[in-house]
């Protein structure tokens, strides 16, 4: 079976009912994949949530595997900024971090924005 962490990108159209989201999570939910999230992705979705979406944005959040940032997640997160700096590659805190996530658990990241991961594979 294989694992997602789902970015803030999939998760909001998803929520708002965007076909081409919720058609791709009701495939990996027939295929029994596993979805997940992580904190930085659930801080992005309620800082932008509509007052509107709080009840069906907690359920959904509340249906995924929750992939918590360790020590050693938060290490390789700063190591990827400071190594794609290097070569010219500006990476968020908040990328770095879910890319981190997303490596250390081997999860796939689907996301819409696959610029802002260039460690992902």
Known sequence: MDKYLLDT???IGCLRGYKEE????????E???????????ITEIYAGMREKEKIKTESFINSLK??????DIA????EYI??????GITLSLA????GAVANAYKLKLLTHNKKHYPMVF
Not at 31 to 41: D, N
Not at 66 to 71: A, D, E, H, I, S
Request: glycine share 10%; aromatic share 8%.
């Open 22 to 29: 919720v058609s791709r999570i009701e495939s990996l939910i």
């Open 9 to 11: 990108s999939i998760i």
């Open 66 to 71: 929750f992939y918590p940032v360790t020590r």
């Open 75 to 78: 290490k390789l997160a700063g």
């Open 95 to 98: 990328d770095a971090t879910i």
């Open 82 to 87: 400071q190594h794609y700096g290097k070569k």
């Open 31 to 41: 295929e029994s994949a596993g979805l997940g999230s992580c904190p930085v992705v």
